[in-house]
């Protein structure tokens, strides 16, 4: 069975920083394209960022470019997003999928709030 | 920028069909997705590129394409199926990912 597991949410202030894992297993890690997906609390989904199998290649939205960076160990299947210069409207439910979001985690929660 | 435009909202009682649209200049390039997600709950993949519907998801749920306009159709709508539901698709040059705002189905 295919799982993604977030871990590293919580409560930060405004300007300060965290750091995303999303620990995958039940695939072939380095064949996918890995995404982040938020959502604000009440609000829809946001796509944030997705890097390619070699982690080469990334992609941002443009409301974090600068501030977050997407990457990946495929030796220990995992995706990262390390999150800089937090703010406020950065709070939400912080999900990784699958390639083209096929398979989705439970999500992790970051609150920017002082 | 690409942009996906859904209904806020649609209402259907058991056992109608409930159609929900989403809009976008892309979608004639790009696979369109849809997600449904219920309350707490991470999103799940109902449709992909178009109209293929993953193993698991029931036969009520089907996609179709029509210019810049995609359809996710519920068949036989059930007390079950009251969800916020989500379009998905690449920009143009497939560098962007975008949702659409969402549709809440309400089974009346």
């Known amino acids: 069975e295919v799982q993604l597991v977030e871990s590293g949410g919580g409560l930060v202030q405004p300007g300060g920083s965290l750091s995303l894992s999303c620990a995958a297993s039940?695939?072939?890690?380095?064949?996918?394209?890995m995404t982040w997906v938020r959502q604000a609390p009440g609000k829809g989904l946001e796509w944030v960022a997705n890097?390619?199998?070699?982690?080469?290649?990334?992609h941002y939205i443009d409301s974090v470019k600068g501030r977050f960076t997407i990457s990946r160990d495929n030796a220990k299947n995992s995706l990262y997003l390390q999150m800089n210069s937090l703010r406020a409207e950065d709070t939400g439910v912080y999900y990784c999928?699958?390639?083209?979001?096929?398979?989705w985690g439970k999500g992790t929660t970051v609150t920017v709030s002082s | 920028s690409h942009e996906l435009t859904q209904p806020p909202s649609v209402s259907v009682s058991p056992g109608q069909t409930a159609r929900i649209t989403c809009s976008g200049d892309?979608?004639?390039?790009?696979?369109a997705y849809w997600y449904q997600q219920k309350p707490g709950q991470a999103p799940v993949l109902l449709i992909y590129?178009?109209?293929k519907r993953p193993s698991g998801i029931p036969e009520r749920f089907s996609g179709s394409s029509s210019g810049t306009t995609v359809t996710l159709t519920i068949s036989g709508v059930q007390a079950e199926d009251e969800a916020d539901y989500y379009c998905?698709?690449?920009?143009?040059?497939?560098?962007?990912?975008?949702f659409g705002g969402g549709t809440k189905l309400t089974v009346l």
């Open positions: 999928a699958r390639g083209d979001m096929d398979v």
């Open positions: 039940g695939l072939s890690f380095n064949n996918y394209w």
């Open positions: 890097i390619n199998r070699e982690g080469r290649v990334k």
């Open positions: 892309a979608l004639p390039k790009q696979y």
């Open positions: 590129e178009h109209t």
């Open positions: 998905q698709s690449a920009d143009s040059s497939v560098t962007y990912r975008v």
